[in-house]
C-alpha cells in the first residue's frame, strides 16, 4: 500500500528565499509529525498535528517555522527567510494515534546556499 | 526527562558475525521504546518496538532487543549480519501522551564480507 509520501526529495534554495516542504500521510493515519535531521545526528522533534490540530509546535526553532494541516490529510512545512543552519533533512511521519508507531517517509533533503 | 544514549557511533562486523548495537536510556517511568533502521537517502523502517508486554522483543529481518530495567538497556541484536543490514540504527523512545519520538544519535552498521 501507499506509504507517506514527501516532496520535492531535493531542494535547493537561496539564503533568504521562503520554501514550502509537503507530506501526504498514509489515508487515515490522524496524527501527523515533522522531525529535522541534521546531517550525522539524530532526528529531532519539531511538530505534531492530531488531525488539523497542531497539538505541539514546541521543536519549531524559530518564528521562520510554519507548519500546517488545514484539512487534516496533507501537511505543509513553511520555512522563510531561509538561513544556512536550515539546511538539513525533513522527516514526515504519521501514525493512527499518537502513541501508535510511526511511518516515515523518505525525506526532503534541503540545502541553503 | 527521557533520553536514550547509544553507546557506539560506529560498529563493523563481518558478515556471519553477530551484532550487537548498544543502548540506554533515560526515563522516571517504564518507557516505550524502539529500535529504527534508516538505509542511505531514505526514510526510517520500524525494526521492533517494546511496550512492557515482554522483555525479550523480535522484530523484522531477524533482529531482536532485551529490555533490562535494572541495567535501563534496549540492546539490538541479531545472531548473524546480513551484507544488507548495513545502515544506520536508531534508538528511540516515545514522550510523552502525544508520541513524539526521541532518538538517539544513531550507530551506523558495517558489513564486511
Known amino acids: 500500500g501507499a506509504g507517506v509520501s514527501q516532496s520535492p526529495r531535493y531542494k535547493v534554495a537561496k539564503r533568504g528565499q521562503d520554501v514550502a516542504l509537503r507530506c501526504d500521510p498514509i489515508?487515515?493515519?490522524?496524527?501527523l509529525f515533522w522531525y529535522q535531521q541534521a546531517l550525522g545526528q539524530g532526528p529531532e522533534f519539531l511538530t505534531y498535528?492530531?488531525?488539523?490540530?497542531?497539538?505541539?509546535k514546541s521543536g519549531l526553532p524559530s518564528d521562520r517555522f510554519f507548519a500546517e494541516r488545514p484539512e487534516g490529510s496533507v501537511s505543509t512545512l513553511k520555512i522563510q527567510r531561509t538561513q544556512q543552519e536550515d539546511s538539513a533533512v525533513y522527516l514526515c511521519?504519521?501514525?493512527?494515534?499518537?502513541?501508535?508507531?510511526?511511518?516515515f517517509g523518505d525525506g526532503t533533503r534541503l540545502s541553503i546556499l | 526527562a527521557q533520553s536514550v544514549t547509544q553507546l557506539d557511533s560506529h560498529v563493523s562486523v563481518s558478515e556471519g558475525t553477530p551484532v550487537l548495537l548498544r543502548c540506554n536510556y533515560s526515563s522516571s517511568y517504564s518507557p516505550s521504546l524502539f529500535w529504527y533502521v534508516q538505509h542511505p537517502n531514505k526514510g526510517l523502517q520500524l525494526l521492533l518496538k517494546?511496550?512492557?508486554?515482554?522483555?525479550l522483543v523480535k522484530g523484522i529481518n531477524g533482529f531482536e532487543a532485551e529490555f533490562k530495567k535494572s541495567e535501563t538497556s534496549f540492546h539490538l541484536t541479531k545472531p548473524s549480519a546480513h551484507m544488507s543490514d548495513a545502515a544506520e540504527y536508531f534508538c528511540?523512545?516515545?514522550?510523552?501522551?502525544?508520541?513524539?519520538?526521541?532518538f538517539g544519535k544513531g550507530t551506523k552498521l558495517s558489513v564486511k564480507p
Open positions: 489515508s487515515g493515519h490522524v496524527s
Open positions: 511521519a504519521s501514525s493512527l494515534g499518537p502513541r501508535e508507531p510511526q511511518h
Open positions: 528511540v523512545a516515545l514522550r510523552g501522551s502525544q508520541g513524539n519520538l526521541i
Open positions: 517494546y511496550t512492557s508486554a515482554a522483555t
Open positions: 498535528f492530531q488531525n488539523e490540530a497542531q497539538l505541539d
